[in-house]
């Protein structure tokens, strides 16, 4: 149990007052307020000399309990209880304190003991007294205990501080400027820095020399903030014994003396590596692309500002598209086009070497800096080595993946001054190129940003078009050349832009690719289209089957058998009166998948095209292969029967192939009057040109019908 040092070195007694008013209970009260924590034993007893109350050091000193009821003179030895019971006595019937020194036992052993009687009153009576002993053997015995116990405490803390400074990742120390030494070096320092704390203390090693060498400058300048009073918080880097580096926050708090001269540091040091590391890889994946590895936007941008601050050197930005890059994700999916784009990458990659700063800006986009360049064709020849690069088949699993690409082209400073001039003016030369149908390098021109607001505007106003109904039908008849009797209508797209007057599919169908909002236009036109049957069906008109061009993206759609079923059946339409035109873009990427839909729809009735045959990538063997109902020789090799030999070869062979396969066979794009008359001459059945019809409005074409 603990005993507090007194206040007072000064003995006294207890004197209660005489008040009749005070109770038993506010004499005890006052008692055990006084004397609580009092060194020597004190006790509170009645008339008769029982104890009713003794204090901690009572318990301590003389091992009084609370819980039985003792006459105060067993504390002394025999031969003095009875003077100490008469001094105790007199104390009652004089009303003073009376003191006598008797004989008693305590730890076993005789000793000395002071005592002293104070008498007090309860309703004015006489009740008892309070008993002070008082042992001075004992409380030299107490001094010694309670001065060895705060010694131990101390020891206790010093251990346990010891213990906490070793058992942190931190590092305390603490310098003396006046002395220029270390006071106070925790092992937490051996941890951070791979040094014993003694050679700082001793210092064998000064803190300054293992600052690592970067970072000194910007570490004196920091502490000089010191001798202003100024606590401080930076971070470093030190160089270890075994040559590593670590990154340390430093928080040091200044001591000034009275004149304001600088005389003591304390500070605290804790390994930052981990957290800087830590950051340096959020901050990469916030710049780079996590996919390519390669820097974002955000990069781009800093990279093009501090090269227009330097203005050293002319430099070219080359802003480049995959082209039908759409194609392979949405028919492949997201897995083997972001092989592609990984593959794409690499090859970018190459170009790094070269000065270049390669980016991804999104999707299929991708920037290069071109850095320095002196001249346009400089820039133009960076383009061409990059299709050059790009040029060599992707092979990913069992898939060969031709690449194409456009880039447009901007020139610091001419096209620009800033960091967004530059990269929107080399997108607005990549939308040119893309509007000669890819595959293209374009340089950007002042009047380049007139077309690029006519894209904006294509751009912003598709999403509003089906909503606005402003999509329309065209039909262009298909002829039998022998009778001059229509035999089908191709259905083709017109958008009735509200600011940019009629617009052909060339014009907006690229845009709606790569939004994927071909694929909602798709499904306006197979409704559409049977809707225009449905109307000539009730008006008892002459009807004749209508093909529509049908994206890839929608053909490899997974619901696109039920959605054509119920459509067909919405509006009791015979499947014969529909045909689907499809591009051998569409067998590029997984030709069993294609098969399977063209069989399902063959079932059904609806009949399969295969348009701009001769294009792309053609091949025989998606004639041979696939059960295709009519086959339709791309306009390219039409326009040139009359000229080119080879043409007008590879158009009667495809004619005759066709026929001995049973499959119809339409010439598009028939403009003039001899290449019918060759057309005729090779047995072709089925025309499609301007030589009979171009695409008309759903009323002119109604009256080709009649």
Known sequence: MEIRKRKSSRFFPFVPSKDPGQTHQDHLGSFKAMYHDYPDAAFFIDKEGSILYGNDASQLLFGYTEDTEEDFTRYFIHNDRGSAKTLFQQAIIDGKAQRGSYFGIQAGKIVEILS????FYFNGIMAGASLILHVPEQQTALKKFQYEEIQRKLAEVEDRKNMILESIDAGIWAYDVKANRFMICSEGNRKITGRDPVDFLTNKVIWKDIVYKEDLEKYEQTQSLLSEGKQIRHEYRICR?????????????????DDQNLIWLNGIITDITEHK??????QHISYHDSLTNLPKRRLLENRLETLIQAQHEKFAVLYLDLDRFKYINDILGHTLADEVLLQVALRLRAFQEKGCFVSRMSGDEFVIIHYPVHSREEAIQCAEQIFSTLSEPIHIDAYELPLQASIGISMFPEDGDSHIDLIKNAHAALHRGREKGGRS????TKNINVKTEKVFLIESGLQKALKNEEFILHYQPKMDIESSRI???EALIRWQHPELGLMSPGEFISVAEKTGLILDIGDWVIKQACVQL??????GLPVVPISINISPQRFMKYDLINYITRTLDIFQIP????ELEITETHFLYNEEKVNSIIQELRNIGIRIALDDFGTGFSSLTHIKDFQIDTLKIDRSFIKEIETNKNHAILVESLIFLSDRLGIDVIAEGVETQKQLEFLKATQCKYVQGYVFSKPLPVEEFICLLE
Do not use: C, H
Not at 277 to 282: G, Y
Not at 441 to 444: G, R
Not at 534 to 539: A, D, P, R, T
Not at 575 to 578: G, I, Q, T, V
């Open 241 to 257: 014994p075994d040559g590593s580096i670590r990154w340390v926050s430093d928080q040091t708090i200044p001591r000034l003396d």
């Open 277 to 282: 590391l830590l950051l340096q890889k959020v």
């Open 575 to 578: 499947p014969a009166l529909l």
């Open 487 to 489: 035999v089908g209508a």
């Open 534 to 539: 449905k109307l000539w069906m009730n008006e």
């Open 116 to 119: 002293i009687f104070s008498p």
């Open 441 to 444: 390098i374009e340089v950007y």
